[in-house]
């Protein structure tokens, strides 16, 4: 395999309320990566549209999720933060991916089954086509690590596979081309610590999510200090005692997740957090854990809050940062064209 310069992409989604699921099992992860790696993250508009979205909505969505990259510590100067519709290079590098993508693996997709439901017939084919359009993301920039949720691990696999074929089926074009051995890399998903997955407070066997229509279900970044308390205090708990080993935490969804919780926002382990806190009980560990999520989130939300009421300033660090991705999304893309045998001016 050829040697690829390490680089880092991920996305998120302007989908509205970002949540402390997309905090911990990925922003904070886009955070440490900073120190080591060149960075690109995304907001993902193109993929936002495969279900229904009220464009004002969006618009604001789109501003929502910048600002949160850049109050949570990400520095779009050092790095680069944009939206993907302003680099049209994933769409067309999408399209070349539908074509390398076979129906089979597309069908196997648990996520496109969840999202699609019963009424699958009437699902956008966007919806269906949807990881195609994250490797050609992830790819067009022929990056090679990814850090996301556990939730995103299949999806990561598939582009993987879309590489590999690629590389397969125009191994001869590519060598012609002057590359070694292989074009793409195969992107490897980071996915890793004690919050890949973050439940719902309000039953630790459903995923934190964005659409969930309890808000008590899950911690806004924009939810102040009332808020977050009060949301920790009502979660769902069993009426044990914490256990001291990790052990015990199994088959106890809820407080596997609070602990789970705790131990990333304190950057540490369950292992560790049950340690200090093993024999309490849940009202003593909630207080604490409410004081750490407030003395955490809080300064995010508020920071968030300042940026959002700067457009112009957001609006700018998206064009800076679509200009610098669309640069190497073009070399890419015109690499693609030839290896294709497309003719090109
Ligand atoms: P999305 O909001 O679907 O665009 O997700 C953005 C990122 O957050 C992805 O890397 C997801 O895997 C991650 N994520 C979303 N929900 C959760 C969750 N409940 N726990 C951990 N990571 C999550
Ligand atoms: N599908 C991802 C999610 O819902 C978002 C996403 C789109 C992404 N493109 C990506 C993540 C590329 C990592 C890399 O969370």
């Given at each position: 395999?050829a040697?690829f ?8 989604q302007?989908?509205?309320?970002l ?6 099992g990925a922003?904070?992860k886009?955070?440490?990566l900073?120190?080591s ?10 993929h936002a549209?495969?279900v ?6 969006l ?13 949570c ?7 680069i933060?944009?939206?993907q519709s ?5 769409a067309e ?10 129906l ?6 648990t996520?496109f089954?969840?999202k ?7 699902a ?5 086509a ?10 067009v920039?022929?990056a ?9 691990k ?12 690629f590389?397969?089926d125009f191994a001869?074009s590519?060598?012609?081309?002057g ?7 195969l992107?490897?998903p ?5 919050a890949?997955?973050v439940?719902s ?9 964005k659409?969930?229509?309890s ?7 924009t939810?102040?200090?009332?808020a ?9 708990t ?6 001291s080993?990790l052990?015990g935490?199994?088959?106890?969804p ?8 705790f ?6 382990s369950?292992?560790?957090i049950?340690?200090?806190?093993g ?9 604490a854990?409410?004081?750490l999520s407030?003395?955490?989130?809080g ?5 968030m ?18 200009e ?13 064209k030839?290896?294709?045998g497309?003719?090109?001016?």
């Amino acid at each position: 395999m050829a040697h690829f310069k390490e680089l880092v992409f991920s996305g998120v989604q302007p989908t509205g309320n970002l949540h402390l699921g997309n905090y911990l099992g990925a922003i904070v992860k886009f955070v440490d990566l900073q120190k080591s790696h060149d960075c690109i993250y995304c907001v993902v508009d193109l993929h936002a549209i495969t279900v229904a979205q009220d464009p004002l909505q969006l618009t604001a969505n789109i501003r929502e999720v910048t600002a949160a990259f850049i109050a949570c510590g990400i520095d779009p100067k050092a790095h680069i933060i944009f939206n993907q519709s302003q680099v049209p290079e994933h769409a067309e590098l999408a399209w070349v991916f539908n074509c390398v993508a076979r129906l089979g693996w597309l069908n196997r997709m648990t996520q496109f089954k969840e999202k699609a439901g019963k009424d699958r017939e009437n699902a956008s084919v966007g919806l269906y086509a949807y990881p195609a359009l994250m490797a050609a993301d992830i790819l067009v920039y022929r990056a090679t690590h990814v850090p996301v949720g556990e939730d995103q691990k299949q999806h990561l696999e598939l582009s993987r596979d879309i590489a590999q074929k690629f590389n397969n089926d125009f191994a001869e074009s590519i060598a012609r081309n002057g590359f070694n051995d292989a074009f793409f890399p195969l992107p490897e998903p980071l996915i890793q610590g004690p919050a890949t997955r973050v439940m719902s407070l309000r039953d630790g066997t459903k995923k934190m999510s964005k659409s969930d229509p309890s808000d008590y279900s899950r911690i806004n970044l924009t939810d102040d200090a009332d808020a977050i308390a009060q949301k920790v205090r009502k979660a769902k708990t069993d009426p044990e005692p914490l256990p001291s080993e990790l052990e015990g935490l199994k088959a106890r969804p809820e407080a596997d997740n609070l602990v789970g919780i705790f131990a990333a926002l304190n950057g540490t382990s369950k292992a560790d957090i049950l340690l200090e806190y093993g024999g309490a009980q849940f009202s003593t560990f909630k207080s604490a854990l409410v004081d750490l999520s407030v003395a955490k989130l809080g300064p995010i939300g508020a920071e968030m809050k300042r940026l959002v009421a700067d457009q112009a300033y957001i609006d700018a660090v998206l064009a800076d940062g679509s200009e610098r991705a669309g640069a190497k999304a073009r070399q890419t893309m015109n690499a693609v064209k030839d290896i294709l045998g497309f003719v090109r001016r």
